[in-house]
């Protein structure tokens, strides 16, 4: 079964859901996406309607042509949508995908669903989906992030420097994070732990 086919699947725990995107998600993703602080460090600038409409059919997109396995993520403590991550970059000959693309609302930053998520996505790309190397990547100068990164076990690998265009002409400098199928039983065991708060993440 191919890892697109595997990651189409609800993912969940006592904290979070996280579920395949579907063009019914609209309007509730809408209602947590138009904070400027979210969009901050994105590739990606939504600041209108238009915007986001932009955005989320670029989503559905991804996920049905197979560029990426997008979900929604959902506060299970609350009921409501809180934001979406996403694996991407699907190298499934090499056994090595991408964890990103994730944001979440305002409300439901520092409280510990990153954490939930994450380790949501971890499980099933080491443990369903048989990944020997799972990456992230994050803006240089997006310190919350690369702080939650190094709270969830990933290791700082570099810097590529110049790697992509901003909105408004920046090129960004983009950190690389892994871990890795050999680290996975001892940073799960970290995960599962009472989550301790988290960075307030606004992109990843």
């Not at 305002?106 to 409280?111: E, P, Q, T, V």
């Not at 020997?132 to 190094?150: G, I």
């Amino acid at each position: 079964m191919s890892w697109v086919v595997l990651g189409h699947q609800v993912l969940e725990n006592d904290h979070v859901r996280l579920q395949p995107i579907s063009a019914g998600d609209r309007e509730a993703m809408h209602a947590v996406a138009m904070d400027p602080e979210i969009w901050r460090y994105f590739v990606t600038l939504i600041e209108t309607r238009a915007d986001f409409d932009e955005y989320f059919d670029a989503c559905l997109d991804d996920d049905r042509e197979g560029r990426r396995v997008v979900y929604v993520l959902t506060d299970k403590g609350s009921g409501r949508v809180a934001g979406s991550m996403s694996f991407g970059n699907l190298a499934e000959p090499a056994a090595r995908l991408e964890i990103g693309w994730s944001w979440l609302g305002h409300d439901f930053r520092g409280a510990g669903l990153n954490r939930w998520a994450k380790l949501l996505l971890l499980e099933h790309a080491f443990d369903t989906m048989g990944a020997h190397r799972v990456e992230f990547k994050t803006d240089q100068l997006n310190m919350r992030a690369r702080s939650a990164l190094r709270n969830i076990g990933a290791t700082e690998e570099g810097t590529l420097r110049s790697f992509d265009f901003m909105p408004g002409g920046r090129r960004r400098d983009a950190v690389y994070y892994s871990i890795l199928a050999v680290e996975w039983p001892a940073i799960r065991q970290v995960l599962i732990s009472q989550p301790k708060v988290e960075p307030a993440i606004s992109s990843i």
